[in-house]
């Protein structure tokens, strides 16, 4: 199988207009998700490493995180960030992330700034990056994944969005 990269939302669906009011006239197109993953070692403490480039306009969707190697003396807590902008509440000791497995990082921003990234995350490729405050831990690894919807830099992705 070959990587391909596509320009722009990837839409589906058979109805691209709306031109009544019954199913199979009314417009059904939506774009499709897609995840960028990183894998991270314990030692990636360091404050805003970065993780992803995402394309402008995008919805964040979910964030994961898949344990590979279990979590020596203590777990991270996980904080992911848009552009600097906190986009969780740091996912704290006892979410999972110490035990093998993937579990998901609730993206619930504190501030009001943070939410609207996830809806749409501006006008340019923005950039994830995360902490993870685990300074005593002397081993661990695992993989972090974020799902979006890719749409035009507006944050539409069709003319009747």
């Known amino acids: 199988m070959a990587v391909a990269t596509h320009l722009g939302p ?3 669906g058979t109805v691209k207009d709306t031109t009544g009011t019954t199913a199979g006239t009314i417009r059904n197109i939506g774009a499709t998700p897609v995840i960028q993953t990183k894998a991270i070692l314990y030692t990636d ?3 805003a490493t970065v993780a992803f480039t995402i394309p ?45 497995g993937t579990f998901a990082i609730a993206l619930a921003p ?10 749409n995350v501006g006008t340019t490729d923005a950039i994830i990056t995360f902490t993870q405050a685990n300074v005593t831990v002397t081993s661990g690894a695992g993989v972090l994944a974020i799902s979006y919807i890719v749409r035009n830099a507006d944050g539409t992705y069709g003319a009747a969005n």
Not at 58 to 84: D, K, R
Not at 110 to 119: E, F, K, N, Q
Request: overall charge neutral; hydrophobic content about 60%; glycine content about 10%.
């Open 10 to 12: 990837w839409l589906l």
């Open 45 to 47: 403490i360091t404050a």
């Open 56 to 100: 402008a306009g995008s919805l964040i969707q979910a964030a994961t995180f898949n344990t590979t190697v279990a979590y020596a003396t203590t777990v991270p807590t996980i904080a992911l960030f848009c552009n600097g902008v906190a986009i969780n509440a740091a996912v704290a000791s006892g979410s999972g992330v110490g035990s093998f």
């Open 110 to 119: 504190a501030a009001a700034a943070g939410a609207v990234l996830l809806s």
